[in-house]
């Protein structure tokens, strides 16, 4: 059984998508901890009703990305965590993290990438024309949504159809996570 963290910042469907997938017996995880830097975020609601621990920190009780970082990292490593699962935590990895889990934090965008990096990728998506878009799953480097690339699937934008067509790349998350993360953690 992997020992993961996911990080989010909002609703946390992904989270729950996860939790679920390993609740159904498909994926060999357990998530130890949700860490979130909004304590206000849903994800926050969603991971009490399944009894999993978070840590909720706001950034600006900190000095610096360090600080709140070396925090996250104390708490990871008394539970073991072995993989950092970003699940729509929209805040950029610093060195800490990345030198304390080399290769072991992956994160979900809505968008093929390279195209359409950053916040809002689906609104960037619609407001470009493109037809068709999806979502990545890849390792986090020190960028903004790069890093190597470990999935991708592609979705059709429902034209002029903002809900339909987030609708439908949330359902492609939901699946491609989980059978994704299954993946790396049995290391095919
Ligand atoms: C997801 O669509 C995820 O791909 C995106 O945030 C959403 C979180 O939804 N992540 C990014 O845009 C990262 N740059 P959720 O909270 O319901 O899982």
């Known amino acids: 059984t992997t020992k993961i963290a996911v990080f989010a910042s909002g609703s946390g469907s992904n989270f729950q998508a996860i939790q679920e997938s390993i609740e159904r017996g498909e994926l060999n995880a ?11 975020a849903y994800v926050v609601k969603r991971a009490e009703k399944f009894g999993i621990p978070v840590f ?54 809505p968008s093929l990438l390279p195209a359409f990096p950053g916040k809002d990728a689906i609104g960037q998506a619609m407001e470009h024309g493109v037809k068709v878009t999806g979502v990545t799953v890849h390792y986090v480097d020190e960028g903004m949504d790069t890093g190597p690339i470990i999935a991708q699937r592609a979705v059709e934008v429902v034209d002029g159809n903002r809900e339909a067509t987030e609708e439908r790349i949330h359902k492609v998350e939901h699946e491609l996570y989980p059978k994704t993360l299954k993946k790396l953690f049995e290391n095919k």
Do not use: C
């Open 56 to 109: 909720a920190f706001s950034p600006k009780d900190y000095a610096s990305k360090a600080t709140y970082e070396s925090e996250i990292v104390k708490i990871l490593k008394q539970k073991a965590v072995e993989w950092i699962v970003l699940a729509g935590y929209m805040r950029l990895i610093g060195d800490t993290l990345l030198t304390e889990y080399p290769n072991k934090i992956v994160n979900i965008h």
């Open 30 to 40: 357990n998530i130890e901890v949700v860490v979130t830097d909004k304590p206000n």
